[in-house]
């Protein structure tokens, strides 16, 4: 089997033994089992567990066999691509955000769209993660690339824009956000502010707005 299948088949103990032959594997992207793009192992095995090929806690133990051989969790330093973090981030993998930062990973890189980790988190509603990453000193009111937007009105918007799928804790995130000094005032890109996507039937984020 090849370590693409090894890694979609969580078969960990023959994934351990091929990279110990092999470990320049370690950092070889491979691709999705229906998609011929090429991603490092790191981002791979996000899209595994937000696929549901295997949960996440399979996910940790794939990713720590791969990091345990050299795995790079900073792969990607150019703007506009995702690193593993900001893959964890946007794909639902909290667990795998963490071992990442656990190992170096940098929480200001941007990517998809020039979002960070922080970005990520916030669109998709993952207030555990969110809470830790306030807590490492990132820009709270950094504005990713294509939209100019901060992590508080990419909160707003996944919650609004995301579809059922992605509305998880985007209220409990715009609350993390603004404790930590996030601007309601900053717009983005075509200048609306966060609020100004919120509806009437949305209490509980413009009860966050109306308190500030």
């Known amino acids: 089997m090849n370590i693409r299948d090894l890694v979609f088949s969580a078969n960990l103990e023959a994934l351990n033994n091929l990279l110990t032959r092999n470990p320049e594997l370690a950092n070889a992207e491979f691709s999705l089992p229906d998609n011929k793009a090429t991603e490092h192992p790191l981002h791979r095995i996000c899209d595994g567990v937000f696929s549901e090929y295997y949960s996440e806690e399979t996910g940790l133990e794939l990713a720590k066999v791969f990091i345990n051989h050299g795995a790079d969790v900073n792969v990607h330093r150019n703007e506009g691509i995702d690193s593993p973090l900001t893959a964890a981030s946007s794909l639902h ?8 930062i656990q190992h170096g990973a940098h929480i200001d890189h941007k990517g998809c769209h020039g979002g960070t980790a922080l970005h990520w988190a916030s669109w998709c509603g993952r207030d555990v ?3 830790d990453l306030v807590q490492l000193a990132p820009d709270i009111n950094q504005r990713c690339i294509d939209f100019k937007s901060t992590p508080l009105f990419w909160a707003i918007h ?3 824009f995301g579809g ?5 804790n985007q209220a409990n995130c715009a609350s993390i956000l603004l404790d930590h ?9 075509e200048g609306s502010l966060p609020k100004q996507l919120l509806e009437a039937d949305y209490r509980e984020l413009l009860t966050l707005f109306d308190l500030r």
């Open 93 to 100: 993998c909290d667990q795998l955000a963490h071992l990442y």
């Open 129 to 131: 993660l969110v809470k």
């Open 158 to 160: 996944g919650y609004k």
């Open 164 to 168: 059922t799928g992605n509305r998880h």
């Open 181 to 189: 000094g996030a601007s309601p005032s900053i717009p983005n890109f």
